[in-house]
């Protein structure tokens, strides 16, 4: 079974770049057809699909984020990673990594707060 760990710094300041990587481990990010995607849940709020990259490198941003957001992966490592530029208090929320939404990782919190 394909396990997933998120990463990052659980505080980050507003204005600045949440970064965090998902790990994957007992299966390779070039799988065909795998799509790795990065979900966030706000305090109370619903899921919201963040963006994905796929088998192939190809990334795609939700059309909300995507000014704000670069996804990328590192082969090598067997990692993909999320970028997310100027946050606010809003981006506040548990963020997930899934792979085509069958395996996800736990889950990080990421505060955004001075």
């Known amino acids: 079974q394909v396990q997933l760990q998120e990463s990052g710094p659980g505080l980050v300041q507003p204005s600045q770049t949440l970064s965090l990587t998902c790990t994957v481990s007992?299966?390779?990010?070039?799988?065909?057809?795998?799509?790795w995607i990065w979900i966030r849940q706000p305090p109370g709020k619903a899921l919201q699909w963040i963006g994905y990259i796929t088998y192939s490198g190809r990334a795609y941003a939700n059309l909300s984020l995507k000014s704000r957001t670069s996804i990328s992966r590192d082969t090598s490592k067997n990692q993909f990673t999320l970028q997310l530029r100027s946050v606010t208090p809003e981006d506040t929320a548990m963020y997930y990594c899934?792979?085509?939404?069958?395996?996800w990782g736990q889950g990080t919190h990421v505060t955004v707060s001075s």
């Open positions: 899934t792979r085509n939404f069958g395996d």
């Open positions: 007992n299966g390779s990010i070039t799988t065909n057809r795998a799509y």
